[in-house]
C-alpha cells in the first residue's frame, strides 16, 4: 500500500438500481414513478427563464419549503429540504448520529444505512425483522445513539401501524427517531402527525416516487424548529446552495397539484392489488406490501436466474444478494401494460 493510501476513508459503497441505456425496455427495478409529472410541472419547465440560471438559488429553499409546510399544515421552521431524500438523510446522520452508542436499524432494510454509518463512522446495530419482515418494536427499548426505519420498509414494502411508530417514539425520548418515509404516499399514515408529540421525531419524504420527480432530486424533512435548524447548521457548514432553480421552481408545482398526485397514486395502487392477485396464482409468494413495489419470491425459481431471465426480455426488476433476501426479487408496479408484459412473461417461463 502506497503511503498515502492510509489516510483514506475506505468504505464499501451503496449500489444503485441499474440504469440501463437499452431503447424498449420495461423498468421495474428502481421504483421510479411509471407516469410523468404533474401537468404543471411541464408548463413550468416550458416557462422556465434560462437567463435566471446564471444566478445562485435562494439557498433556504423558500418558495419551496413555504409550500410544504401549506400543504402538511406545518410552519416553515419545520420543515428542511435538500437533493433527494439521500441527501437529506446524509445530513441527519452527520446532524443527529454522533454518540458512542449504537444507531439501530432493521438488518432487512435501505442498504444506504450501513454505507452512511461507516462512512461517518458511526457506530450500528441492525436489529432483525421477525419472520414476516415486521420489526420488533420492543427490540429498540435499550439504550442507543439514535434509530432509523423506513415505512413502509424497503425492499419489503411491509407498513407498520402508526400505532407501533409511536409506541418506539415513547421508548425512546432521548434519541432521535428518523422515519424514512419514501413509500408512505401508497398506503400508510404518515408520522407527521406525530411531530407536535414528540420533538425527537424527524420524518423523511421524497419526491422521487409519488410525485414522479426522481430526476429533480427533491427530498425534505420534518420535525420541531430545533432538529430543523440543527440541520439547517450542519448543510450550511456542507453546501449553502444545495438545491437548484429548477428543481425548487417544479417542487412547488409538484406539491400544489394535489388532483394529478391523488389520481397517479390510484392508478399505482389499483394496479398493485391487481398484480398481487395474479402473482399469487402464479405460486409467488410476498408480503402484503404498502408500497409503490413487491418484494416476491417463488419455490420452484430462484430469484437470481429469474431475475436474469427477465433482464434477457428487456424487463428489469431488482435482486438482493444478502441474507435473508437473496431468494426474493423487488418489482416496482409500472403502467398496466408493462405489468401485463411482465405477468405475461412470467406465465410463459413457468411453463418451461
Sequence with gaps: MRTWEKNIRKVTPYVPG????????????TNENPYPPSPEVR??????????????????????????????????GQIFVGVGSDDVLAMAFMTFFNSDKPLMFPDVTYSFYPVWAELFQIPYEMVPLDDQFHLVKEDYVRENGGIIFPNPNAPTGVYEPLQDVRWILQHNRDS?????????DFGGKSAVKLID???NLLVVQTFSKSRSLAGMRIGYAMGNPR???YLNDVKYSFNSYTM?????????????DEAYFRETLDQIITTRERVKEELRELGFEFPDSRANFLFATHPDYPARELQAA????????????????????????????EMNVFLGFLRKYRKK
Design 43 to 76: 408548463q413550468a419547465v416550458k416557462s422556465m427563464s434560462t437567463r435566471a440560471m446564471r444566478l445562485y438559488p435562494d439557498p433556504a429553499s423558500s418558495d419551496l419549503v413555504e409550500a410544504l409546510a401549506h400543504h402538511y399544515h406545518l410552519s416553515s
Design 310 to 337: 427477465l433482464k434477457e426480455e428487456g424487463i428489469y426488476v431488482r435482486y438482493f444478494d444478502a441474507p435473508r433476501t437473496d431468494n426474493y426479487l423487488r418489482i416496482t408496479i409500472g403502467t398496466d401494460e
Design 227 to 229: 432538529l430543523i435548524r
Design 197 to 199: 408529540e414528540f420533538e
Design 176 to 184: 432521535v427517531v428518523i422515519v424514512d418515509e419514501a413509500y408512505i
Design 244 to 256: 437548484s432553480r429548477a428543481a425548487i421552481i417544479l417542487g412547488v408545482e409538484a406539491v400544489n
Design 18 to 29: 441499474e440504469q440501463p441505456r437499452r431503447d424498449n425496455i420495461i423498468k421495474l427495478n
